[in-house]
């Protein structure tokens, strides 16, 4: 059985004071859920948000770092300063990242090899644009995100990995995937993840894979009741306290 998760990503949104009572407000819905609950908050958040999630089931993680240890790399943040505030999950290949920042499949696979490998959870984001899904490419590009992006990631690394399927198209504007389109490229990936390694079905059965784009407290039960949508990854509904309480509800 795979535990379905609901994923806030605040983006480079909120003042620290909305993130941190935001935070706040999900700590009894937390410890009373059967869902994991994970909010990813902008880097300078992290301590104050990490701090108030300290010993409840509110799960707190970066949206971006960088894969090595403590070195010269400006701007960026290594998994060991994230460790040191207990921050364990880190977001890959946001959409936002590949297409304003020149994220490549190449580098997040570096990435994701990295983070793997030093213990960290890592939600893997894939998707197609709309340019893309028009052309009917929309499953060559999934093949291409899932084959290069989890390239080398041996059978035992996979039990910290979740992916996130956000269709370009429908991140933040309003225009959800229908629960058909969506379950149909989660099944998709699934089947690709299936077939990276010989015994990768079993992986693939029980990876968590998420659907995120213009999720809201009003259409996620139907994307939910997909066989293969195990969760949400939230941009907008996620930052105001009454629409995530929403969601979980
Ligand atoms: P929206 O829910 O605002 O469409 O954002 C989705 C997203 O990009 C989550 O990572």
Known sequence: MRKKIIAGNWKMNLSLAEAKDIAKGLLTACDSSSYEIMVFPSALHLESVASIARDSQLIVGAQNAYQSGLTAMTGEISPVQLAELGIKT???????????????????????????????????????????????????????????????????????????????????????????????????????????????????????????????????????????????????ASQKLDLFLGLLK
């Open 90 to 236: 880190v977001l890959v290949g946001h959409s936002e990242r590949r297409q304003f920042l020149g994220e490549t499949t190449e580098f997040d696979n570096a990435k994701i090899s990295y983070f793997l490998k030093h213990g960290l959870r890592v939600v893997y984001c894939v998707g197609e644009t709309w340019a893309e899904r028009e052309k009917g490419n929309t499953f060559s590009v999934l093949e291409d995100q899932i084959g290069k992006g989890l390239k080398g990631i041996t059978s035992d690394l996979f039990k910290n990995l979740v992916i996130a399927y956000e269709p370009v198209w429908a991140i933040g504007t309003g225009k959800v995937a229908t629960p058909v389109e969506a379950e149909e490229a989660h099944a998709f990936i699934r089947k690709e993840i299936g077939k990276l390694f010989v015994g990768a079905d079993l992986v693939a059965e029980n990876i968590q894979i998420l659907y995120g784009g213009s999720v809201k407290p009003d259409n996620i039960k139907e994307l939910l009741a997909k066989p293969n949508i195990d969760g949400g990854l939230v941009g907008g």
